[in-house]
């Protein structure tokens, strides 16, 4: 299940990318906050909300989400499902908090740095989640910095 941030001019909520089945359809996805709301239980406004639902003690909710996302026609029969090109994608993580990276974590990355040793322990950096943007959102390099953005 390919879990995603997306937004139809609703506010962003979290949902799964839908299974097409083999049908030559635009993509769709699988309002989850939508459906668990049919489950008795509040909207799930962002992932983080989400996943502890679908983890502890979720096994209907799973068990929905499972079956929205494989047949996108019972998602759309029960008002899951919010086809393309209706909504966009978002970045999957939220605006708080930290996001901790590992860097030069793959020979090809270290190729390009041909300067740099390989190193003997894993190079940790962090990225401010201000800086995470959704499909189709455009890159804003730092003028002061422009050819130092991987």
């Not at 083999?22 to 989400?50: F, H, I, K, Q």
């Not at 079956?67 to 993580?93: F, I, K, Q, T």
């Amino acid at each position: 299940m390919k879990l995603v941030m997306f937004d139809d001019g609703g506010g962003w909520r979290p949902g799964a990318v839908a299974v097409s089945g083999g049908r030559d359809e635009a993509p769709a996805v699988v309002d989850l906050s939508a459906l668990s709301m049919s489950l008795g239980g509040s909207p799930a406004r962002t992932l983080s909300e989400l996943l502890p639902r679908l983890v502890d003690g979720g096994d209907d909710l799973r068990a929905w989400a499972t079956e929205a996302v494989a047949d996108a026609d019972a998602a759309s029969n029960r008002g899951w499902l919010v086809e393309s090109p209706g909504w966009r994608l978002g970045p999957p993580v939220g605006r708080n908090g930290s996001i901790i990276c590992a860097g030069a974590n793959y020979a090809a990355h270290l190729a390009e740095m041909s300067d740099l040793a390989t190193p003997s322990s894993t190079l940790w950096f962090t990225k401010s989640p201000m800086s995470v943007i959704g499909t189709g959102e455009p890159i804003v390099l730092p003028p002061a910095v422009p050819d130092m953005v991987d």
